[in-house]
């Protein structure tokens, strides 16, 4: 092994352990902004952009602050009972900094009211101390229109900047 190799080993493996795992419960209410309109191309085939406000049952924590609250913008592409969704997640901490979330998935809308939705989520950057890079997994579900319970599993790493701030 000539001493690049090494040093290029020791340096993956060094990234490789800096991923700190975070998870998380939330409950979120009926969404307050909803707009869905017909595609026109085929019955039952709608777009829709919805907002909703969630908070922490069992907040994430990063750098030893616990998630607050955060607020979902949905985009869903919906056929029948199944939508294709993706969007963007402001995570607010209790000391006030944010972390930005872009995330995907589906998503099944019963006529009752019953949902479920599940997907993949990214950091996209944040606030303060909150320079982040992550990803992860999400899964949602409620028995009405009313309330969604969510879980969210994943890892993350400071970014740059705010790995230097950290050690200053």
């Known amino acids: 092994m000539t001493h690049r190799t090494i040093a290029m080993t020791i340096f993956a493996a060094a990234c490789a352990v800096a991923q700190t795992k975070i998870s998380g419960t939330a409950k979120c209410g009926k969404a307050k902004n909803q707009l869905a309109v017909e595609a026109g191309d ?7 952009v919805i907002k ?3 908070a922490w049952v069992m907040p994430i924590e990063m750098e030893g602050v616990k998630g607050k609250s955060y607020t979902a913008a949905t985009i869903s592409d919906a ?13 607010t901490m209790e000391n006030g900094d944010k972390a930005f979330v ?6 099944v809308n019963k006529a009752s009211g019953e949902h479920s939705d599940e997907g993949t989520w990214t950091f996209t950057g944040g606030t303060g101390k909150f320079g982040l890079n992550g990803k992860g997994m999400y899964k949602g579900s409620g028995a009405s229109a009313d309330e969604t ?3 969210i599993d ?6 740059e ?8």
């Open 42 to 48: 085929r019955p039952g085939h709608m777009l829709a």
């Open 52 to 54: 909703n406000a969630c």
């Open 79 to 91: 056929q029948g009972e199944r939508g294709q969704d993706r969007g963007y997640v402001v995570v």
């Open 102 to 107: 872009r995330f995907q998935g589906t998503s």
């Open 149 to 151: 319970n969510d879980q």
């Open 154 to 159: 994943g890892e993350y790493t400071l970014g």
């Open 161 to 168: 900047m705010a790995a230097k701030a950290k050690k200053d």
